[in-house]
């Protein structure tokens, strides 16, 4: 895990989608844990599978005073992904994506990005989100990536650190609930079956 300055960090300004009001981060964990969802853009097909996935949880988790925070690198497509109901977090915007880039989570090149959201688990994910009927667009920055921040309450420490290789790439279910020591009830989406490139659910 890498070594992150919390403090460093925490001074960093978020924007809330719903009040436009400018927060610190270190102000999402300082009176409980919390879970961070950093996504590549909010008209990601894939970002909306995450974020509806991560979403499953969420009610274990504020039943067990844990927060869910969704993070993104720009307010394109944010009145879309809200009205969509993909996630049942508290949205914050880094309009700035220095979290972002504190955290280490990549930016691809216009070289690079092709080839890597063609990968096998972007179209693993891509099955799974058109199964659930989930859909998306290319507006926004496509060269971000993102990844996710769980943190103790009061910024004690950092409790997992996930940075995106593939675009493809999420935190299971279970270590994020393992992670803040939560039991949750929720059922993951199910994984497609791939054989010869072809993948089926």
Request: hydrophobic residues 40%.
């Amino acid at each position: 895990m890498t070594n992150i300055d919390l403090v460093k960090v925490g001074k960093n300004l978020l924007k809330s989608a719903d009040t436009g009001e400018h927060v610190e981060l270190q102000a999402l964990w300082q009176e409980r844990p919390v879970v961070l969802l950093f996504l590549r853009r909010f008209g990601c097909q894939v970002c909306r599978w995450m974020a509806s996935e991560t979403s499953k949880i969420e009610a274990d988790l504020r039943a067990s005073g844990v927060q869910l925070v969704g993070i993104g690198p720009e307010e394109t497509g944010l009145k879309e992904f809200m009205e969509g109901g993909f996630f049942k977090g508290s949205l914050y915007i880094d309009e700035k994506k220095k979290t972002y880039k504190d955290l280490g989570f990549k930016r691809y090149s216009a070289l690079n990005v092709i080839p890597a959201a063609l990968g096998k688990k972007v179209r693993d994910v891509i099955a799974k989100a058109n199964a659930e009927g989930i859909q998306g667009n290319f507006t926004g920055d496509l060269l971000q990536s993102g990844g996710m921040l769980i943190v103790a309450k009061g910024g004690e420490k950092v409790l997992l650190h996930f940075v995106q290789d593939s675009p493809g790439d999420y935190v299971r279910l279970e270590d994020i609930v393992k992670a803040v020591g939560v039991s949750a009830n929720a059922q993951a989406g199910q994984m497609p079956v791939c054989h010869d490139d072809v993948c089926t659910l």
